[in-house]
């Protein structure tokens, strides 16, 4: 029962830690743009390869 007087503390800091992180991140705009990246995956980036020039694949 003596390791409460440590652990309990320890969860709360941990806790208030946790949620002035979680206001910091609102405040500075992490969750403005909800859709955004689910749009993004749809379209594709991929750039055109001009003719002539070789086309690299970053994958190999």
Not at 10 to 31: D, E, T
Request: net charge negative.
């Amino acid at each position: 029962m003596g390791i409460l007087i440590y652990l309990i503390p320890i969860a709360l800091a941990l806790g208030l830690l946790g949620l002035a992180v979680f206001l910091w991140a609102l405040k500075s705009g992490q969750f403005d743009d909800l859709d955004g990246a689910a749009h993004r995956i749809l379209f594709d980036d991929d750039d055109e390869v001009p003719p002539g020039e070789p086309h690299t694949d970053p994958g190999r």
